[in-house]
């Protein structure tokens, strides 16, 4: 069974800089896609970023793109989102997703894997 637990959110000012960290149990993380997506309050959950189970590639939210960075650590099983000149528009939850198949993709229904989510906060 997989589980992925996220961690590194927090409260930072405008033009700051976070890191957040997704670790997987129960499974390997290189056979898995993994992405990040985020939930404002009173929005909808929407996506931000998907890399594909090779690494080979990697689907940004264009607004995103520039400033959030994903990577993986293979030793550690972890992915991580580095996010950089944060912007209070920023605010929101942050999940990572895994999905089996080896293709990223932008569609939240197509992972199997969800963590719990970690909050990140971008004051002005």
């Known amino acids: 069974q997989v589980q992925l637990v996220e961690s590194g959110g927090g409260l930072v000012q405008e033009g700051g800089s976070l890191r957040l960290s997704c670790v997987m149990s129960g499974r390997t993380l290189s056979t898995y896609t993994m992405a990040w997506f985020r939930q404002a309050p009173g929005k909808e959950r929407e996506f931000v970023v998907s890399?594909?189970?090779?690494?080979?590639?990697?689907l940004y939210e264009d607004t995103l793109k520039g400033r959030f960075t994903i990577s993986r650590d293979y030793a550690k099983n972890t992915e991580y989102l580095q996010m950089n000149s944060l912007k209070p528009e920023d605010t929101a939850v942050y999940y990572c997703?895994?999905?089996?198949?080896?293709?990223?993709?932008?569609?939240?229904?197509?992972?199997?894997?969800w963590g719990q989510g970690t909050q990140v906060t971008v004051s002005s």
């Open positions: 997703a895994a999905r089996g198949d080896r293709r990223p993709t932008r569609v939240e229904d197509e992972y199997d894997y």
């Open positions: 890399r594909g189970r090779s690494g080979g590639i990697t």
